[in-house]
């Protein structure tokens, strides 16, 4: 059920993307790192699923409201002249390779165990 | 409960699909001004790139504005090129204007006199009384003289035609009263005309002729009509 709204999400979404026009450079930059923000928050929320502690609520709050906050700091970054921007692109990008760790893990952890089924017993 | 959990499940996935969505749209979106920007866009180039492109616009600028004072230099040397032209195309002018004043051939105004000369029964003026006339004058030191407004310049001839027309530049006849306008230092003509029994003017009253000088301190004399042309005379080269 969820896999099927996912490709129906993203067909619709490459759609969507191709049908707005495009926006204006200076505010592409925001969007790139609400992206990295939310890309994170699906992450982390992939990661969470794994561990079996996957709670909704707090994966919606996160997509949204770290992909704003990661945008305000970025305006406060510009208005400032310091790159705050690279901050948040470093923390999102550190925990999004936490996450595929632990994604990668599991997975490795399943392969594995599937492999020694057959060999050991 | 079953239902329940299949509700939440469906809940849950519409969630995922939304986000999913927003997510994969927003991500093509910025695929797209990306793209755009790195077609055409300086903003989109990186920092270094856009050094380096500074710094060849800087370099370039240097040029331009060198060039653009070389320019400058010149655009000022032919301008006072120009005005020294200026300059001397004014000097001409004004050594032209001199000279044609001094031949007569402007109009011309100073201080001096004014001497009419009249007929009476007892004599009439002659062409040479007038002669002597502007001799004593052009003696005294005059500038510019006319007799009945045709002006004296250095190739006029007085000659008689009868006893009663004098001919004056080739064409012009005068005959009595005659008006001698002439300008110069008025106390020094003055002088000249008044001496005592040689001077003009006694010459004049002792053989019975009417004559009165009067000074101005303004004259106007006019210009000579006629064209003053070389036909025959060539400078010495």
Redesign the interface.
Known sequence: MAILTIIIGSVLGILLGFLIPTIPYSVSKYLAIAIVAALDSVFGGIASSIKKNFDLKVFISGFFVNAIIAMLLTYLGQRLNVDIYLAAIIVFVGRMFNNLGIIRRYYLDKISKNFGKGKHK | MKVKVDKQ??Q???????????????????????D??QES?I??LRSDELTTQIATYKSRYEETMEQYEENQNTISEYKSTMDENKESTNLLDKELNDTETLLGLTDVQGEGLIITLKDTNEATYTASDLLTLINELKYAGAEAISINDNRVVNLTEITAINNSFIMMNSDSRISSPYTVKVIGDKSYLMSTLNLKNSGFVDLMRVNNLEITVEESKNVVINKYSKEITAKKMKEVE
Do not use: H
């Not at chain 2, 849950?12 to 990306?34: C, D, E």
């Open positions: 499940k469906m849950m996935a519409i969630i995922i699909g939304i986000i999913t969505l927003l997510l994969v749209s927003s991500m093509f979106i910025q695929f797209k001004a990306v755009k920007s866009n903003e989109s």
